[in-house]
C-alpha cells in the first residue's frame, strides 16, 4: 500500500469568516474554491509551504450535530501541529496578526512549543523540533 494523508475536514461556522482567519491570520492559500449549489462550496485551503502535501478542506456545519463540534473537533485537544524553522519568527508574527496563544513558548526536550486557537477555539500547536544531533 502506499498511502498519504493528503485532506482534512475542518468544520467551520461560516466558509468566508474561516477563509479570512485562515489565510489573513495564518497565511494559508487558498487552493479551491468551488460553489456546489445549495449554499454548499468545496474549499480547499493549504499552507504557504505546500509541499508537505496537506491540505484542509472547510466544511461548513449544517445539521445540529455539526454545529455542536465547531471549535472542539478533538474533545479539547491540539487538533493540528504547525512545524516551523523559525519559532521566535513565526511566534511573533502570529501574535502581531492578532493569533491568540493559550501559553508563553515552552521549551521541551523535543523542541519549542505553544498553543493556539483558530477563530472557533480549535487548539494548535506551533512547534520547532530540535535538529539531530549530526
Do not use: C
Not at 502581531?96 to 487548539?123: C, I, M, S, W
Amino acid at each position: 500500500m502506499n498511502l498519504r494523508m493528503a485532506l482534512m475536514a475542518l468544520l467551520v461556522r461560516e466558509y468566508d469568516e474561516a477563509i479570512a482567519f485562515y489565510t489573513q491570520k495564518l497565511g494559508f492559500t487558498v487552493v479551491e474554491d468551488t460553489d456546489r449549489g445549495n449554499g454548499k462550496r468545496w474549499v480547499r485551503i493549504a499552507t504557504a509551504n505546500a509541499a508537505s502535501g496537506v491540505e484542509l478542506l472547510l466544511a461548513q456545519a449544517v445539521t445540529p450535530e455539526q454545529q455542536s463540534r465547531v471549535g472542539n473537533q478533538t474533545g479539547g485537544r491540539v487538533f493540528l501541529f504547525f512545524e516551523t524553522d523559525n519559532f521566535a519568527r513565526d511566534y511573533e508574527l502570529l501574535r502581531q496578526r492578532g493569533v491568540h496563544f493559550l501559553e508563553q513558548p515552552r521549551h521541551e526536550e523535543y523542541g519549542t512549543v505553544a498553543v493556539f486557537q483558530d477563530l472557533y477555539g480549535n487548539k494548535f500547536d506551533l512547534i520547532q523540533h530540535h535538529r539531530p544531533p549530526s
